[in-house]
């Protein structure tokens, strides 16, 4: 998760839960760490299980939140998601979605990367 403040990264993923939750998706696990990188949330779409990237940005300056997702972060995402897959000996379609939210709302782009 990456937010202007702590605080308002923190209120931004719980918000992105809610916001999934809302619509079908079912709660999983949040912040898993590892050394290499983080999944902000875990979900389950029916059997699909889906990694969420929570952004937070508090101005559009620069493309917002939507536009706030590096390369680089996106694959330390990819390494800790095969990670967990291979702990939890996930055999299941997995994909990887991205909460943009500003102050002017919410965006789930789905399969962002």
């Known amino acids: ?8 990264g923190q209120i931004a993923e719980h918000a992105a839960r809610q916001y999934l939750q809302q619509r079908g998706l079912i709660f999983v696990e949040q912040n898993v760490r ?3 990188g983080e999944i902000d949330i875990v979900m389950k779409d029916g059997s699909d299980w889906v990694f969420v990237e929570v952004k937070y940005r508090s101005a559009s300056q620069y493309g917002g939140a939507v536009n706030s997702l590096s390369a680089a972060q996106a694959g330390r995402i990819r390494k800790a998601a095969s990670h967990y897959i291979q702990l ?6 997995c994909r990887f979605d991205v909460i943009a939210a500003d102050p002017q709302g919410i965006q789930w782009i789905r399969d962002a990367f």
């Open 1 to 8: 998760m990456t937010a202007d403040n702590p605080n308002q």
């Open 88 to 93: 939890n000996r996930i055999d299941a379609i």
């Open 34 to 36: 590892y050394r290499f």
